[in-house]
Each structure stands twice: as structure tokens, then as C-alpha cells.
């Protein structure tokens, strides 16, 4: 049985070396427009927020900024 597992092994699949990272996805409350980060419920005010899309914390003021929001004057 031992020699027919050999003869008959499958290659082992193939993985990509490196997932692709995941933004942090950004949500804003329809009440207090407060954004978060990863964040689907406004504490404050208890309701389920709206998403935004992908994006980050801003470098400058650390409010979380969508990336379509940082290449909208960019592209025209």
C-alpha cells in the first residue's frame, strides 16, 4: 500500500507566496457623521454606520480618510 501511495501522490497545490493585504474599511455614522475604522456601530449613538470603502488613518490627523477621497483630484 505503501509503494502505491508513493507511485500515485498528488503534487501538493500550489499557494501564492504573499496574500494580498487588506485595507482597513471605513464606516460613518448617518446620525453624527463620525467616521471609523473597521467599526461598524457608532458608539454614541448605537446605529449601524454606512460604509465608506477601503482606506487609513490620515499621517497628518490621524481621522480615518477613504482612498477614493486621496485620488479624487488626482485623476481627471
Excluded: T
Aim: charged share 25%.
Amino acid at each position: 500500500m505503501r509503494a502505491h501511495r508513493r507511485r500515485h501522490a498528488q503534487p501538493p497545490a500550489l499557494r501564492p507566496a504573499r496574500l494580498p493585504p487588506r485595507w482597513p474599511k471605513v464606516y460613518e455614522c448617518p446620525e453624527c457623521e463620525q467616521r471609523y475604522l473597521d467599526q461598524r456601530r457608532c458608539p454614541e449613538c448605537n446605529l449601524f454606520c454606512r460604509l465608506l470603502g477601503p482606506g487609513g488613518s490620515c499621517p497628518h490627523c490621524e481621522e480615518p480618510i477613504v482612498v477614493a477621497e486621496l485620488f479624487a483630484g488626482v485623476v481627471s
